[in-house]
T-cell receptor, first 119, second 119 residues
Framework: DTEVTQTPKHLVMGMTNKKSLKCEQH?????MYWYKQKAKKPPELMFV???????INESVPSRFSPECPNSSLLNLHLHALQPEDSALYLC??????????????????FGEGSRLTVL | AQKITQTQPGMFVQEKEAVTLDCTYD???????LFWYKQPSSGEMIFLIY??????QNATEGRYSLNFQKARKSANLVISASQLGDSAMYFC????????????????FGQGTTLQVKP
């Protein structure tokens, strides 16, 4: 079982709806990420949070609003989405502290994703 | 220019045989990390193996090994004794810079290779 939990696993919403995706990890990781993945394509980075602060926003439209309430939780608030926003949204976490070589690969631990369909 | 190139969109392998998935990369940063992830149809990205740019030996993890040829900038994944459960999409990814740098978690993914294991 994955150590990064995402809810809901599936979400269908209209273009006028407001919904949220949730992500939780209890590995003590202080970096958390949102990636977007279209079918048969590689994941694309959306946001990075380091120590609960937004450190990277990859020019994501404002209809996606991330939030990191604490070190274990990451939310993605969705509002006025478009059908082209339909995709698999993957949450991930990792260690970010610099440790001796070989002890920390910077590996990302991914959740199972939330499959979003926008009608 | 593509930073990570996976030239095999799809591969077939007979059960119990070995298979090599190709990955080439391009970076001018002397510090980088290379990852392989497996993504079954369920959607979860499963970490398989990691190779750091300064690692002298090729990484191995169980049935997975990484054929790292630094001068050629290639990091091919070798799966030995293929199993039916190995059928999935496989992504090669790169992190530029050291762990702890601003690029931690900012993985650049290749386009992926779909592997099908035949019984």
């Amino acid at each position: 079982d994955t150590e990064v939990t995402q809810t809901p696993k599936h979400l269908v919403m209209g273009m006028t709806n407001k919904k949220s995706l949730k992500c939780e990890q209890h590995m003590g990781h202080r970096a958390m990420y949102w990636y977007k993945q279209k079918a048969k394509k590689p994941p694309e980075l959306m946001f990075v949070y380091s120590y609960e602060k937004l450190s990277i926003n990859e020019s994501v439209p404002s209809r996606f609003s991330p939030e990191c309430p604490n070190s274990s939780l990451l939310n993605l608030h969705l509002h006025a989405l478009q059908p082209e926003d339909s995709a698999l949204y993957l949450c991930a976490s990792s260690q970010i502290q610099l440790v001796q070589r070989g002890a920390n690969t910077g590996e990302l631990f991914f959740g199972e994703g939330s499959r979003l369909t926008v009608l | 220019a593509q930073k990570i190139t996976q030239t095999q969109p799809g591969m077939f392998v007979q059960e119990k045989e070995a298979v090599t998935l190709d990955c080439t990369y391009d970076t001018s940063d002397p510090s980088y990390g290379l990852f392989w992830y497996k993504q079954p149809s369920s959607g979860e990205m499963i970490f398989l193996i990691y190779q750091g740019s300064y690692d002298q030996q090729n990484a191995t993890e169980g049935r997975y090994s990484l054929n790292f040829q630094k001068a050629r900038k290639s990091a091919n994944l070798v799966i030995s004794a293929s199993q039916l459960g190995d059928s999935a999409m496989y992504f090669c990814a790169m992190r530029e810079g050291r762990v702890g740098s601003s690029n931690t978690g900012k993985l650049i993914f290749g386009q992926g290779t779909t592997l099908q294991v035949k019984p």
